[in-house]
């Protein structure tokens, strides 16, 4: 009987409220509620299903940094013939120095941080990377540890001439317990690889990301990486049992803990998750991974404005509650960007915002009853004006390029400026429109989306080239906006080289001097990752 409820209700909610295509999933023999779909949407996008955004390469002849955004070069020693010497000895074959090899790691995902290092160093195993910080450490030598280099902070490239210390050779996956759903892994493991690795177990990572093809999970941690599943498992700082980390001068702390409880003092892994490898390079992670579900549905809605947007947030968490998994936005902006730049075409009407809720659960029937109370519910009410749903596979992942490719559709678009702000969900959006009336005609675009359920606004405005100006026009006015919410400005980037300065907007001078004294207790010559987190002159 429910199933034939489901199909009736489906049907009429599409045929009276929603303009849409509708198909039966590949599923639809063993399940009888139709998926409504546009289909030559799928077809369209079927090339581009599991190519990462962030595997996709400009050209490498993006713009040189800006002076001013890094500091002078500080006093390190320079690499010598005799330091080449000694890592060749240690990292036989695995001591990069050809120019040409070295040249995708001097540079960021963006093109817009360059560095000049003559080095990059591939270790294997805890043990080198402790004999390779004991000996920068002993000999001055700076450092830029580097995992999958996907950061768009630059804090994952060498600013002047560190020694670049990747983590990608450390990919081994060192134990999995299937009953606890605890992974413990060396810091060089691909997400995407992790996630093949667990699904295949019935597990999923907590964490997603756009990234999720070339970003490392070491470098998620040392970010605290947030991401499209954060609404559901919490960030990093929850899901992270344990850390190996090697310190400075070469000692490898032992917090790689496979416990979900455990009190005995303070957290000392806590001071590394977030710290973009300013106090240690993490070498091992352990973390506890949820069950796979087993019934995922995507929904993609159009709405009137924000306002409609936000009640359909409230809506859905009260009506979906503990399936809800994921609700981001983008708005018309940004789909205008996806069709212009890589043609990916609306999969429903135009929309002035565009929502993408995930649902996962463990009873496709009880969730697909519930998904449908709730777009029944959001129509009749006139909050969302258009809509389809996905259930399998190939079109969840359709719909979801939607959201994950933007960051790639902007890099098309020109330069680009990118905000990552935190501030109460119900203000979000109010800081696109203020910056631009701000700007007027001044950028080419300017567009927000985000993780609605995080209040997490990712601000991003481009012009045709680098443009001093326009850059002068939004800073310092985006962080005092936020700054006046009590926002972040840096919800889940990080501050790497190009936030580091503003720090003061989100944290008290008192708590970024303690930082200081933190760094020069782990660190005190400074040689991990400088120029880097902190700001330049700690007040
Ligand atoms: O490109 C950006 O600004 C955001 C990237 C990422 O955090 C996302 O949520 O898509
Ligand atoms: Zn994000």
């Given at each position: 009987?429910?199933?034939?409820?489901?199909?009736?209700?489906?049907?009429?909610?599409?045929?009276?409220?929603?303009?849409?295509?509708?198909?039966?999933?590949?599923?639809?023999?063993?399940?009888?509620?139709?998926?409504?779909?546009?289909?030559?949407?799928?077809?369209?996008?079927?090339?581009?299903?599991?190519?990462?955004?962030?595997?996709?390469?400009?050209?490498?002849?993006?713009?040189?940094?800006?002076?001013?955004?890094?500091?002078?070069?500080?006093?390190?020693?320079?690499?010598?013939?005799?330091?080449?010497?000694?890592?060749?000895?240690?990292?036989?074959?695995?001591?990069?120095?050809?120019?040409?090899?070295?040249?995708?790691?001097?540079?960021?995902?963006?093109?817009?941080?360059?560095?000049?290092?003559?080095?990059?160093?591939?270790?294997?195993?805890?043990?080198?990377?402790?004999?390779?910080?004991?000996?920068?450490?002993?000999?001055?030598?700076?450092?830029?540890?580097?995992?999958?280099?996907?950061?768009?902070?630059?804090?994952?490239?060498?600013?002047?001439?560190?020694?670049?210390?990747?983590?990608?050779?450390?990919?081994?996956i060192l134990s999995f317990d299937s009953i606890s759903g605890i992974l413990t892994c060396?810091?060089?493991?691909?997400?995407?690889?992790l996630?093949?690795?667990l699904?295949?177990r019935?597990y999923?990572m907590p964490?997603?990301?756009?990234?999720?093809?070339?970003?490392?999970?070491?470098?998620?941690?040392?970010?605290?990486?947030?991401?499209?599943?954060?609404?559901?498992?919490?960030?990093?700082?929850g899901t992270v049992l344990g850390l190996?980390?090697?310190?400075?001068?070469?000692?490898?702390?032992?917090?790689l803990a496979m416990l979900r409880k455990d009190?005995?003092?303070?957290?000392?892994?806590?001071?590394?998750?977030?710290?973009?490898?300013?106090?240690?390079?993490?070498?091992a992670v352990s973390i506890l991974c949820p069950r796979?579900?087993?019934?995922?549905?995507?929904?993609?809605?159009?709405?009137?404005?924000?306002?409609?947007?936000?009640?359909?947030?409230?809506?859905?968490?009260?009506?979906?509650?503990?399936?809800?998994?994921?609700?981001?936005?983008?708005?018309?902006?940004?789909?205008?960007?996806?069709?212009?730049?890589?043609?990916?075409?609306?999969?429903?009407?135009?929309?002035?915002?565009?929502?993408?809720?995930?649902?996962?659960?463990?009873?496709?029937?009880?969730?697909?009853?519930?998904?449908?109370?709730?777009?029944?519910?959001?129509?009749?009410?006139?909050?969302?004006?258009?809509?389809?749903?996905?259930?399998?596979?190939?079109?969840?992942?359709?719909?979801?390029?939607?959201?994950?490719?933007?960051?790639?559709?902007?890099?098309?678009?020109?330069?680009?400026?990118?905000?990552?702000?935190?501030?109460?969900?119900?203000?979000?959006?109010?800081?696109?429109?203020?910056?631009?009336?701000?700007?007027?005609?001044?950028?080419?675009?300017?567009?927000?989306?985000?993780?609605?359920?995080?209040?997490?606004?990712?601000?991003?405005?481009?012009?045709?080239?680098?443009?001093?100006?326009?850059?002068?026009?939004?800073?310092?006015?985006?962080?005092?906006?936020?700054?006046?919410?009590?926002?972040?400005?840096?919800?889940?980037?990080?501050?790497?080289?190009?936030?580091?300065?503003?720090?003061?907007?989100?944290?008290?001078?008192?708590?970024?001097?303690?930082?200081?004294?933190?760094?020069?207790?782990?660190?005190?010559?400074?040689?991990?990752?400088?120029?880097?987190?902190?700001?330049?002159?700690?007040?």
């Amino acid at each position: 009987m429910a199933r034939i409820f489901l199909k009736t209700l489906i049907l009429r909610t599409s045929l009276e409220y929603l303009r849409l295509h509708v198909t039966f999933s590949s599923t639809a023999t063993t399940r009888l509620s139709p998926v409504i779909f546009c289909s030559s949407f799928l077809q369209s996008c079927s090339w581009q299903f599991g190519a990462c955004s962030r595997k996709l390469h400009v050209e490498a002849d993006g713009p040189k940094p800006s002076p001013a955004a890094a500091p002078d070069r500080l006093p390190f020693s320079t690499v010598t013939q005799e330091d080449l010497a000694f890592f060749s000895k240690i990292l036989p074959g695995r001591t990069v120095t050809d120019p040409d090899l070295l040249e995708s790691s001097n540079v960021d995902w963006l093109k817009s941080v360059r560095g000049s290092s003559e080095v990059l160093l591939r270790p294997q195993t805890r043990e080198e990377v402790s004999q390779i910080l004991r000996y920068c450490n002993g000999r001055n030598l700076a450092v830029n540890p580097q995992g999958g280099n996907t950061g768009l902070v630059g804090g994952s490239v060498p600013v002047y001439d560190e020694i670049i210390l990747s983590t990608a050779l450390m990919n081994k996956i060192l134990s999995f317990d299937s009953i606890s759903g605890i992974l413990t892994c060396q810091a060089g493991c691909v997400l995407e690889n992790l996630s093949l690795y667990l699904e295949e177990r019935d597990y999923i990572m907590p964490l997603d990301l756009g990234a999720k093809g070339s970003c490392q999970i070491g470098g998620n941690v040392a970010t605290n990486a947030g991401g499209l599943r954060l609404l559901r498992y919490g960030s990093l700082r929850g899901t992270v049992l344990g850390l190996e980390v090697v310190l400075a001068d070469g000692q490898v702390l032992d917090c790689l803990a496979m416990l979900r409880k455990d009190n005995t003092g303070y957290d000392l892994k806590q001071l590394f998750i977030g710290s973009e490898g300013t106090l240690g390079v993490i070498t091992a992670v352990s973390i506890l991974c949820p069950r796979k579900p087993k019934s995922v549905n995507v929904v993609f809605l159009g709405c009137e404005n924000f306002e409609q947007l936000l009640k359909t947030f409230k809506l859905c968490r009260g009506m979906l509650g503990e399936i809800l998994s994921a609700f981001e936005f983008l708005d018309s902006e940004c789909m205008r960007l996806l069709n212009t730049h890589l043609k990916l075409p609306n999969p429903i009407s135009d929309c002035p915002f565009y929502v993408v809720i995930e649902t996962s659960g463990s009873n496709p029937t009880h969730d697909g009853e519930k998904l449908h109370e709730f777009l029944e519910e959001a129509m009749t009410s006139s909050l969302v004006t258009d809509g389809t749903v996905a259930t399998e596979d190939t079109k969840i992942k359709a719909l979801w390029s939607m959201r994950e490719r933007i960051t790639e559709a902007l890099i098309h678009d020109g330069f680009v400026y990118k905000y990552d702000i935190s501030i109460p969900v119900e203000r979000i959006y109010q800081l696109v429109t203020d910056m631009r009336e701000h700007l007027g005609g001044r950028a080419k675009s300017v567009v927000g989306y985000g993780h609605v359920g995080d209040g997490n606004l990712h601000l991003n405005i481009t012009s045709p080239v680098k443009d001093p100006a326009l850059l002068a026009a939004i800073e310092p006015f985006v962080y005092e906006w936020t700054a006046s919410c009590k926002g972040s400005i840096s919800a889940e980037h990080g501050l790497g080289l190009k936030k580091r300065n503003y720090i003061y907007y989100s944290k008290p001078s008192q708590v970024v001097a303690m930082m200081g004294d933190i760094k020069a207790m782990m660190d005190p010559k400074g040689i991990l990752n400088p120029y880097k987190t902190l700001p330049d002159n700690l007040k």
